[in-house]
């Protein structure tokens, strides 16, 4: 287990809503910044982007994942903006008829000890807070640090849902 100051945790909070903030303008709200860190480095980081490739957006913390490469995510941490994504129908569950698994499964797959989230996911199809509680059964530590995020930089959004917004300055 390894302890992380609330100041780097918001340290790498901030660089998560940096990461959003800059998102491609072609996915769909709402943005999302994530990074995996390991001792006290950030070694994987992503946005939500586009795969042309594969006709989907890819969610932040995969891409995070995936740069971090599994040889650096056993045991470390994750940090999103977000709550991260959760199958419906339980673990092994298909995303929207995709190939991609949920980014708790990912999560799951790689190792990750402790995920650090800013707001929880409230849209109506993700039924907000799924995401921890599955985590938590498997054993992964939970943390919020919405108190810790930049009043600017991160909003709770109408109908039901939390999105990312922003300024130009952060």
């Not at 943390?143 to 109908?159: E, F, Q, R």
Request: glycine residues 8%.
């Amino acid at each position: 287990m390894f302890y992380y100051s609330e100041l780097d945790l918001t340290r790498f909070m901030q660089e998560c809503v940096k990461l959003a903030i800059e998102s491609p303008r072609n996915v769909s709200r709402p943005l999302v910044g994530a990074v995996v860190v390991r001792d006290g480095k950030i070694v994987g980081m992503g946005n939500k982007r586009y795969d042309p490739t594969l006709n989907l957006e890819l969610h932040a913390e995969f891409v995070a994942l995936s740069e971090a490469g599994t040889d650096r995510t056993k045991g470390a941490l994750l940090v999103t903006t977000l709550e991260p994504c959760c199958p419906s129908r339980g673990y092994g569950a298909r995303i929207r008829h995709t190939r991609v698994r949920s980014c708790c499964e990912q999560i799951l797959e790689n190792g990750i000890e402790e995920v650090v989230y800013g707001i929880l996911d409230r849209s109506p199809t993700i039924n907000g807070a799924r995401g921890i509680h599955f985590l938590s059964e498997h054993g992964v530590k939970i943390t919020n640090l919405t108190d810790l995020i930049p009043s600017k930089a991160l909003m709770y959004k109408g109908h039901g849902s939390t999105r990312l917004w922003h300024t130009d300055k952060f």
